[in-house]
C-alpha cells in the first residue's frame, strides 16, 4: 500500500470512527433526552368531601329538657336527608350522641347500611378526622353551634357564624382536593 492509500484509509477509517461516536452520541442523548421528557404520570387527586347538616327539627314542648327527641317536622326532615344522600355514595356518618342528632342520621344510615359513629365536637381532633377520611365521603351531623364550628375547622378559617336556632335545612359541603379545602353551602328548606 503507498502512503497515499494509507494516508486515505486512516481518513476513511477515522471519519467513519468520527461519524459512529457522533451517531453513537446522538443516539443515546436522544434516549436520555426521551427519559427527562416523559412527564410523571398524573396523580389522581385525592378529594375528601365532608357534608355537615345540623339535626332536624326537635320537640320543644318540654323547655327543661336537653335531650328531646325530633317532632314530626324533624322525623320528616330526616327521611327528607336521606333521600338527599340517597345518589352519594357515603362511607361514614358521624353524629353526636343525642336524640335528635342520632335521630337525623338514622334514616340516612339504614338506607346506607352504615353504623353511624358518635363524636364529642369539644374532643374532636380535625386533623385525625381528615387523615381518617382521605379519599371519602363524610356526613357529620351536629348542632347549630358545631356544625358552623366544623366547617370552618375543615377548612381551615373562620367562614360561618353559628346557625340560627330555626335553620334545620343548612347543607354545608367541604371538599378537600389535594389539601386545598373549597367550600359551599345550601339551604335545603
Given at each position: 500500500?503507498?502512503?497515499?492509500?494509507?494516508?486515505?484509509?486512516?481518513?476513511?477509517?477515522?471519519?467513519?470512527?468520527?461519524?459512529?461516536?457522533?451517531?453513537?452520541?446522538?443516539?443515546?442523548?436522544?434516549?436520555?433526552?426521551?427519559?427527562?421528557?416523559?412527564?410523571?404520570?398524573?396523580?389522581?387527586?385525592?378529594?375528601?368531601?365532608?357534608?355537615?347538616?345540623?339535626?332536624?327539627?326537635?320537640?320543644?314542648?318540654?323547655?327543661?329538657?336537653?335531650?328531646?327527641?325530633?317532632?314530626?317536622?324533624?322525623?320528616?326532615?330526616?327521611?327528607?336527608?336521606?333521600?338527599?344522600?340517597?345518589?352519594?355514595?357515603?362511607?361514614?356518618?358521624?353524629?353526636?350522641?343525642?336524640?335528635?342528632?342520632?335521630?337525623?342520621?338514622?334514616?340516612?344510615?339504614?338506607?346506607?347500611?352504615?353504623?353511624?359513629?358518635?363524636?364529642?365536637?369539644?374532643?374532636?381532633?380535625?386533623?385525625?378526622?381528615?387523615?381518617?377520611?382521605?379519599?371519602?365521603?363524610i356526613l357529620i351531623v351536629g348542632h347549630s353551634n358545631t356544625t358552623?364550628?366544623?366547617?370552618?375547622?375543615?377548612?381551615?378559617?373562620?367562614?360561618?357564624?353559628?346557625?340560627?336556632?330555626?335553620?334545620?335545612?343548612?347543607?354545608?359541603?367541604?371538599?378537600?382536593?389535594?389539601?386545598?379545602?373549597?367550600?359551599?353551602?345550601?339551604?335545603?328548606?
Amino acid at each position: 500500500m503507498s502512503y497515499k492509500t494509507k494516508k486515505q484509509f486512516i481518513r476513511i477509517n477515522t471519519t467513519k470512527n468520527i461519524l459512529s461516536v457522533l451517531v453513537l452520541v446522538f443516539f443515546l442523548s436522544f434516549l436520555s433526552g426521551c427519559k427527562q421528557d416523559k412527564e410523571e404520570p398524573a396523580k389522581d387527586p385525592i378529594i375528601s368531601t365532608f357534608y355537615l347538616i345540623r339535626h332536624a327539627e326537635k320537640d320543644r314542648t318540654d323547655p327543661t329538657n336537653s335531650n328531646p327527641e325530633l317532632n314530626q317536622d324533624g322525623l320528616g326532615r330526616a327521611i327528607k336527608w336521606a333521600e338527599v344522600f340517597e345518589p352519594i355514595d357515603l362511607d361514614a356518618i358521624y353524629s353526636t350522641n343525642y336524640e335528635r342528632t342520632s335521630m337525623t342520621a338514622a334514616p340516612t344510615s339504614i338506607k346506607k347500611d352504615i353504623d353511624v359513629k358518635y363524636y364529642n365536637p369539644s374532643e374532636i381532633d380535625i386533623e385525625v378526622l381528615k387523615a381518617e377520611n382521605l379519599s371519602k365521603n363524610i356526613l357529620i351531623v351536629g348542632h347549630s353551634n358545631t356544625t358552623p364550628v366544623m366547617a370552618n375547622k375543615l377548612l381551615g378559617y373562620e367562614k360561618y357564624e353559628q346557625m340560627d336556632d330555626t335553620d334545620n335545612g343548612s347543607l354545608f359541603i367541604i371538599r378537600i382536593i389535594d389539601s386545598v379545602a373549597t367550600e359551599i353551602r345550601l339551604n335545603m328548606n
